[in-house]
């Protein structure tokens, strides 16, 4: 078993176990219809989930009707556990930098869920994201946030969050522009991020005989502390919660490729 990390595959296993679904987000079903405010099902709608982890959300929001959900991912061993657990959505492996030469689209709503965070050339990815837009398409994200600018000084000199980048509320303009996209909203979802970091570690606590009976004492010990500190980082105010949305403009040339490299802990480094 790979050493505790919670965005790799062991990571996601556990999770699924205590949010009783393939959700490495806080919040589970009642933040995915939070990212869906407003979007009518529709069969014939072209989705993309980037970095749909164990596709748990990208299952919920084809069955629920909204689409035909593609999921990308850029760890082969989550790929392989969301293949596994959710045969009727197509996953595709890639990295969202490259995003273009692993899925065709175009696609009609492009989502992600606590997914940017975790990806060091943001605006890469967006522009790849934004190639991909049909014309009209939406992105709707739901991501963590550093909403007073206070998260780097909070978490340094602590390597699990050195790779960190939330998102700043006041940055989106610049963060989007030339990707492809155009801010149409932004909402703070601190409260939303407090009350949902509270359940998890309450869920955690409730299942920790089974979480070590199938992981280890290492890896309840891990998880309780991660999102302890999660959660007292969101009290604090030096890490939130941020819904956006955005509509897809005129097609933007995408820049040129970069070098990038996949760390074990599932992150990656340009
Ligand atoms: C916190 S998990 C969220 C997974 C999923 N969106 C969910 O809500 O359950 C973040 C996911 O993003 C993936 N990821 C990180 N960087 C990525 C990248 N550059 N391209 C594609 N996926 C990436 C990670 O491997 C991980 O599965």
């Known amino acids: 078993m790979r050493a505790p990390a919670m965005n790799n595959a062991t990571g996601k296993d556990l999770l699924a176990l205590v949010r009783e679904g393939d959700y490495a987000h806080p919040g589970e079903e009642e933040a995915i219809r939070l990212l869906l405010t407003g979007v009518r099902p529709d069969g014939h709608r072209r989705i993309l989930d980037a970095g749909c982890g164990g596709a748990g959300t990208a299952a919920w929001v084809q ?34 930098r490259r995003a273009g030469d692993a899925v ?5 709503l492009v989502y992600a869920m606590t997914v940017l965070y975790a990806v060091p050339d943001q605006r890469a990815a967006l522009a790849q994201l934004g190639a991909l837009a049909a014309p009209g398409a939406e992105l709707r994200l739901l991501e963590y946030a550093d909403p007073h600018g206070r998260f780097a000084a909070a978490t340094s000199g602590r390597s699990s969050y050195a790779w960190w980048r939330p998102l700043e509320p006041g940055r989106l303009h610049e963060l ?14 601190g409260a939303q991020f407090e009350r949902w970091y509270v359940e998890l570690c309450t869920r955690i606590a409730a299942r920790r005989e089974a979480i070590v009976e199938r992981f280890g004492a290492e890896w309840l010990a891990f998880a ?30 995408l820049p040129p490729a970069t070098r990038i490299v996949t760390r074990s802990d599932g992150g990656t480094e340009p």
Request: no cysteine; proline share 4%.
């Open 63 to 96: 069955a629920h009707g909204y689409g035909a959900v593609t999921g990308i991912e850029i760890d082969a061993e989550t790929v392989r556990l969301a293949r596994e657990r959710h045969p009727e959505v197509k996953i595709v492996s890639g990295d969202l």
């Open 224 to 253: 309780s502390a991660e999102y302890a500190g999660i959660l007292e980082m969101v009290r604090a105010g030096e890490l939130g919660g941020i819904f956006v949305r955005a509509r897809a403009t005129e097609r933007v040339p």
């Open 176 to 189: 989007l522009s030339g990707t492809g996209w155009a801010l149409a909203e932004s909402r703070d979802l």
């Open 104 to 108: 065709d689209g175009p696609f009609d």
